[in-house]
């Protein structure tokens, strides 16, 4: 265990409140910085197709081939972060931060030039592979830093917190009702269960859109089960347990509610880390290999721009 996760443990979780509000202004000041940049360079994009014209550029001037110089280039010098990442004796190279944002920068700099360089006009197969690949890893490298945000998450904490919850359901709520036990431990494991299982993107991705409606059926199907059903008896699951209606009216106090409440809410968001997480090791596995598509095709419109 590391020193922070000691302190941390040591510590015990921060306000959950505070700790929500914290992650929550965090993500946002981050999605407004990715949106503000997704809409600069459609807008830039859009623009300049719109506004263009054959005449502003020639096939065959000089400043079409500068352009594809530059941007190939500006592509090229994408592959530096990376290696300022992962190679041990680059690390002492500036702040990792900076290097991101640089190439974040880039990467939407270098596609404009590009536009530009082809005039909007693809004329050639291995050119029109690299161009629409560009666009590809363009709107890839959108998706991995939404990904990114959502994975820069408190995991520790949230663990320490989801476990105090837990300590504090057993004592405050599974000890002091053991008719309901059994079924609300029933039932909050088919929620873990059904939160925590995405095995595919398609899975995870189903699994974020409905965790927000699930929890919320979860708990009132909890706070319910001590409600009377017809003929006044309770079904506990294969037995039918007859109860007295006013024990069953006040199944569960107000505090008692609150925690089931936070607790489903604190499942809710590990398990949305969970789903997010895996997003984005399977959105790096897609969007490596279309990075060396983008460079091989480019690579052979330059020789081919060569050549002929």
Request: proline share 5%; hydrophobic share 50%; charged share 20%.
């Amino acid at each position: 265990m590391s020193r922070e996760t000691s302190q941390a443990a040591a510590a015990g979780p921060p306000p959950e409140d505070a700790v929500i509000e914290r992650e929550r202004t965090r993500f946002q000041q981050g999605s407004r910085g990715l949106l503000l940049a997704f809409f600069a360079f459609t807008g830039t994009a859009t623009a300049l197709w719109a506004l263009w014209r054959p005449e502003y550029l020639a096939h065959d001037d000089d400043l079409v081939y500068d352009l594809g110089l530059v941007g190939g280039l500006l592509l090229l010098s994408q592959f530096l972060y990376s290696l300022r990442k992962h190679h041990p004796r680059l690390r002492h190279l500036g702040n990792l931060k900076t290097w991101f944002t640089a190439h974040v920068a880039v990467g939407l700099i270098a596609p404009l030039v590009i536009l530009v360089h082809s005039r909007f006009d693809i004329q050639s197969l291995n050119g029109g592979v690299a161009f629409y690949t560009m666009l590809v890893v363009v709107a890839s490298g959108f998706v991995g830093r939404y990904l990114l945000a959502k994975v820069n998450f408190d995991f520790v904490g949230e663990r320490l917190r989801l476990k105090a919850l837990h300590d504090a359901l057993r004592r405050q709520i599974l000890e002091q009702e053991p008719e309901l036990a059994p079924r609300i431990a029933q039932t909050l494991k088919g929620f873990m269960n059904e939160a925590f299982a995405p095995a595919t993107p398609f899975q995870a991705i189903a699994v974020l859109l409905r965790l927000g409606w699930r929890w919320r059926a979860v708990y009132r199907e909890l706070v319910q089960l001590g409600r009377p059903l017809a003929g006044g008896a309770a079904d506990t699951g294969g037995e039918t347990l007859t109860l007295e209606a006013p024990f069953l009216r006040e199944a569960f106090q107000p505090a008692q509610r609150q925690l089931l409440r936070r607790y489903l809410q604190a499942v809710v968001r590990l398990a949305r880390y969970h789903a997010y997480r895996r997003l984005f090791a399977w959105w790096r596995m897609a969007h490596v290999p279309v990075v060396y598509i983008l460079l091989a095709a480019g690579l052979a419109h330059v020789l081919a721009v060569h050549m002929y």
